[in-house]
């Protein structure tokens, strides 16, 4: 099994900034991508951002360029640098992770518990 941890959530006013970490502990043999996903009351999860192994990102058009995502591998650890924050990104915020617990097995998904990021305008 693997457990993801996420810190750094809490209220700040529009135009601020935010750092969310998440770290990945348990048996892990190896992890493909980390990253982020959101969901806001009423409306379904996102994808916000995701970084694979080797460094390539993807983001959510609505954060690209606002929010910046990175990750530590020998930590097993993602982050979420938060800038120009929104009332709009409002939102329980989810670390994830693609991991193989041994070699040979299975990819699975794996969630953390969230953390809430509130904006206030």
């Known amino acids: 099994q693997v457990q993801l941890v996420e810190s750094g959530g809490g209220l700040v006013q529009a135009g601020g900034s935010l750092r969310l970490s998440c770290a990945a502990s348990g048996s892990i043999f190896s992890i493909a991508t980390m990253g982020w996903y959101r969901q806001a009351p009423g409306k379904l999860r996102e994808r916000v951002a995701i970084i694979t192994n080797s460094g390539r990102s993807n983001y959510a058009d609505s954060v690209h360029g606002r929010f910046t995502v990175s990750r530590d591998n020998a930590k097993n650890s993602v982050y979420l640098q938060m800038n120009s924050l929104k009332p709009e990104d409002t939102a329980v915020y989810y670390c994830?992770?693609?991991?193989?617990?041994?070699?040979?097995?299975?990819?699975?998904?794996?969630w953390g518990q969230g953390t809430q990021v509130t904006v206030s305008s």
């Open positions: 994830n992770c693609v991991a193989q617990t041994n070699r040979g097995s299975v990819m699975y998904v794996y």
